[in-house]
């Protein structure tokens, strides 16, 4: 076992596409962070294997800030603060409306415990690939753009060193243990400034032309255990 890095952030995502939350601790579950992408609105006219209404069709979702209350209880509630500094509670009528309205799509919400992940319930980014990133396509530093639950700072301090762990075993804090799965292939949100979705086609070019699309990894999660921001990762021999 080696150290691997240490954690600099660790974010949620309470309603897939929109602004998550930035947490000092929180608990690594079989399900992953708890109150992470557990709400999620979907298209119903769609017979696509990706049915999420998303920031694809309406980049405006990134400025919708959410805010999870009561997060030790099986039920918890979801506010979103809109662009407008409008606080309603995520199972508004209005704010589906206005989605609607904007898009022009039939949506509904969806509420899943499992969580609406893409592929993994962890995503994980190092600092090193997101700075390299910023270089190689001359924008801002801002490990947010890619939305991952774990930013590390890696100790080797060489990007994308994460790609390498794909099939390895990740110990995170004292107890939780995570399986990296796969690589984090990226599509074009990663384009939006998460402060105010302007576009950066750079990023995305940059991605793909240089680093086969790939930026962070999947991750599932094997034992369960409490971590927190300056938790040192060790990475499993």
């Not at 590390?152 to 994460?162: K, Q, T």
């Amino acid at each position: 076992m080696r150290t691997a890095g240490v954690i600099r952030q660790l974010r949620r995502y309470p309603v897939k596409s929109m602004r998550g939350e930035s947490l000092p601790a929180t608990t690594l579950t079989l399900q992953g962070i708890p109150a992470d992408r557990r709400f999620a609105f979907v298209q119903n006219n769609s017979c696509n294997s990706f049915p999420w209404f998303t920031a694809r069709e309406l980049p405006e979702l990134l400025c919708y800030s959410t805010h999870v209350e009561n997060t030790d209880l099986k039920e918890f509630e979801v506010l979103v603060t809109t662009p407008d500094g409008e606080t309603v509670p995520i199972h508004s009528e209005k704010l589906r409306q206005a989605f609607e309205s904007r898009s022009g799509k039939n949506l509904y919400l969806l509420q899943n415990y499992r969580g609406s992940f893409d592929v993994a319930p962890i995503s994980l980014i190092s600092c090193q690939t997101v700075l390299q990133i910023a270089k190689e396509s001359d924008t801002e530093d801002d490990p947010v753009r890619f939305r991952s639950n774990i930013l590390l700072d890696l100790e080797s301090d060489e990007p994308f060193e994460e790609l390498k762990w794909v099939g390895r075993t990740l110990r995170v804090g004292d107890t939780a243990r995570i399986a990296i799965t796969q690589a984090d292939k990226r599509c074009m949100i990663i384009t939006l400034d998460p402060t105010n979705a302007a576009p950066s086609p750079a990023v995305l070019r940059t991605v793909t032309q240089l680093h086969n699309q790939c930026a962070g990894v999947y991750a599932t999660v094997l034992t369960p255990g409490d971590v927190q921001v300056g938790d040192i990762v060790f990475l499993d021999d």
